[in-house]
């Protein structure tokens, strides 16, 4: 991930959020044109096998843990600027989460459902907080429904995987 | 963590959000007492380790990274009941986000900022999502603010650590 | 519904929400007892026989579209003092919203949706408004996810159907 | 209204909010082009004959009752998206409620409150759930101010009228 | 005004949304119990009297910006803790905001508009917040509605004037 | 500030959100073009001396009070048009909000923060009612922070000082 890694311009650049006189501030992008952005977001909500179990098969039909927190994270994707303080407001014209249950194959693993959205726009600035918030959300969605059985589970690896669009054009993370 | 690991009872009695014929419901906690109830939850948002010293020294002054993360996660707290299709709204009598940065003492490791929240209700369902949100959203504003810098920055381990109140009382976990 | 009728002593008291010079204020309920108080509403979407086999049977996994507006009715009914302007805040301990199919039995006569939400608070006031709130933003979503196969559905029969709890005690409509 | 009448095509396309898997997502209209779009929905809120009269005369400054709700539906349209979950986020350029009064002219009929709500925007797809959630929330708003005297009040006929713009062009119904 | 003069007392013990280390946190209310709060509060759009003639004659049937500005203050007191921060959710019995025409009677004088906020709770803090954000809210609103033909109007004196309940009991202001 | 005096032509024009009924809607933009517009508004929250020199010195580490509050005004920026009723929805582009504190030279005089809010967009119409709510906003939330030890701050002096962009250009008040 050699791209990620800050080079000695952003260093002496620093953050973008911040001014001269250590102000924060919504970035300026009213010079930036509309452009199609796209951005990929995953993460995972490890949880103990009979957890997924119960969300696959336990008498309950298929599919409808997943359609609550797809809806949540979906929803979610919309809101995250009045989330995220100085995340600036984006006409999304696409949003899709979707979930993998991930069984283990070895005994005394965990399981987990790996959670991934993607979301699009045509806009001044990228949708990687949208992605983001959403995989979140739609993670603590499945929390929230489970942890009458299940308080240990957790949310890991909430990341961006890819973005392309802008200035800064494709980007891909692990 | 065995006080987590689904009893046979709680399999039996399958998830609570989902009635007899498999429809979603927000469950009914109309017949519980009104008590206090707190919450704590952490995660870590790890990076670089030049993030992390960009955040606490590059000519940014100090804090006011998390100052913005920590307003972010206590209004989140403050909306759980919103973005989670299934919690109960209630009436939060105290809500605290706070950062403490992970400086690695092995070259080659990530830092990290682990963050906690604790938040409290007198009510008649625990605050456990409310946590659970005021942690992600709070690391997901340091990623927004640190993103020029850092894409490749990932929310790890976001989970319940301490419950206590209400009629299964206290629940510890990592 | 003789009960509905507006009773000599209510016209003479006019409406709750205007003042006697006719300013509009929400009504005053802190002298109230907060008592469990439940309220179940209904409507119907009516659309054409082929819309509804389509939500049924169509290539769709059943229930996804019921799911999706499941969802979107109970956390409308948890904002709806955020649309009503004068509706209270409420602290709402129950909320479920189902749906039944109706098939026309006579050719040419129009298929419906059926939608029912029932909500239970221990409050102040009584949640009418939850419950219609969520019957009609439910039935907008079915609306919505159909609409580019048939735009002339129409959400008929939105109402009030039963009502418990609080000074004004049981109330029961068709 | 032949118009609306699902063609086979539409048939063998299926909803366009699920995708070949049946999972929910947002439908993409990142390839569309921002032109102006106009759609115009009705609904009648259907009451007792005395409760009409309560609204316009009965002690009461003509007209408070509709401002109220007036603000309401415009509100409302604002956040369309906020409450039906697959709705597009839309710049609205313009929202409109109004109320006609209608008085039974026969003896035992009930009185009722037409509404209709017209919302223009220059997007990417149109705004006909603004509309609709507009003529919804207003009506709502009447019977949440009327219901101390009138708890049988409907919502009835809640429906697109007309729609304009984008690439399915115009459309009517009745 | 010396009830408001910070005492030594209070010097020394700081601002009670600030901990010990600076960071900031939604204050602990869980130990106080529910009792009974108003707030009062006050503030004054000064405009040319040309523009309050306008809202009170100008052709627009009077009370109509009124109207208007009564609902966005009612509305907004609702979402005060959404706006402010570190302020506590609170289930609010009671809003009105009213207005008062102020007409100059000497020639050169402004005009204005009075805007009065009264908030009631049963709760664990004071309704302060709610009646200031109301007058804001509602007095930005007339500005909204009266900005096309007077860009200078201010918006003056926006100020609490009288609580009562809680531990620290009543309060007068000028 | 001879430009804001409403002309002949203003009054004859009336006011632009009331149509020729009397009813309210919010004004069609959509025949406007997409240019960047700014707006910047100021205001000033009046306290005691001492009460200024505890945000600025008092055992707080300088910055948090203004910090929090940047935030709320950036935020509140963003969901201007939620709070106005018949404000567009605007896609901002750049929001910041400055304090500068006020010190009295003068022994019986006020001390105050100055809050000063800038915003910017590229849309149909101007966001001055983003840059008013922001600076409304941040004030509250320094008085909901302050307000254990002064009661009877006082925010003054809300108004817009400078717009640019648009049909009607550059305006400055003082």
Redesign the interface.
Same mark, same amino acid.
């Given at each position: 991930?050699a791209?990620?890694?800050?080079s000695d311009q952003?260093?002496a650049g620093?953050?973008?959020?911040?001014?001269a006189e250590?102000?924060?501030?919504?970035?300026?992008?009213?010079d930036k044109a509309e452009t199609?952005r796209e951005a990929t977001a995953r993460?995972r909500l490890v949880m103990?096998p009979?957890?997924l179990a119960?969300?696959q098969t336990?008498?309950?039909?298929k599919?409808?843990?997943f359609?609550?927190a797809?809806?949540?994270g979906?929803?979610?994707a919309? +809101?995250a600027?009045?989330?995220?303080?100085?995340?600036?407001?984006?006409?999304?014209?696409?949003?899709?989460?979707?979930f993998t249950p991930i069984t283990p194959t070895t005994e005394g693993q965990p399981a987990a459902v790996e959670i991934s959205a993607t979301v699009?726009?045509?806009?001044?600035t990228g949708a990687?907080?949208e992605a983001?918030?959403a995989v979140?959300?739609a993670?603590?969605?499945i929390?929230?429904?489970?942890?009458?059985?299940? +308080?240990?589970? +957790?949310?890991?690896?909430?990341?961006?995987v890819h973005?392309s669009g802008g200035k800064s054009g494709e980007?891909s993370?692990e």
């Amino acid at each position: 991930m050699a791209a990620a890694e800050p080079s000695d311009q952003t260093l002496a650049g620093a953050l973008s959020h911040i001014d001269a006189e250590g102000h924060v501030h919504m970035v300026d992008v009213g010079d930036k044109a509309e452009t199609p952005r796209e951005a990929t977001a995953r993460g995972r909500l490890v949880m103990q096998p009979a957890t997924l179990a119960l969300i696959q098969t336990g008498g309950v039909p298929k599919g409808d843990v997943f359609a609550v927190a797809q809806v949540a994270g979906i929803m979610a994707a919309k +809101r995250a600027d009045e989330l995220i303080p100085l995340c600036h407001p984006l006409p999304l014209t696409y949003v899709a989460v979707t979930f993998t249950p991930i069984t283990p194959t070895t005994e005394g693993q965990p399981a987990a459902v790996e959670i991934s959205a993607t979301v699009r726009t045509v806009g001044r600035t990228g949708a990687e907080m949208e992605a983001l918030v959403a995989v979140a959300v739609a993670g603590l969605t499945i929390y929230d429904m489970c942890k009458a059985v299940d +308080r240990s589970m +957790r949310l890991e690896a909430v990341r961006l995987v890819h973005k392309s669009g802008g200035k800064s054009g494709e980007w891909s993370g692990e």
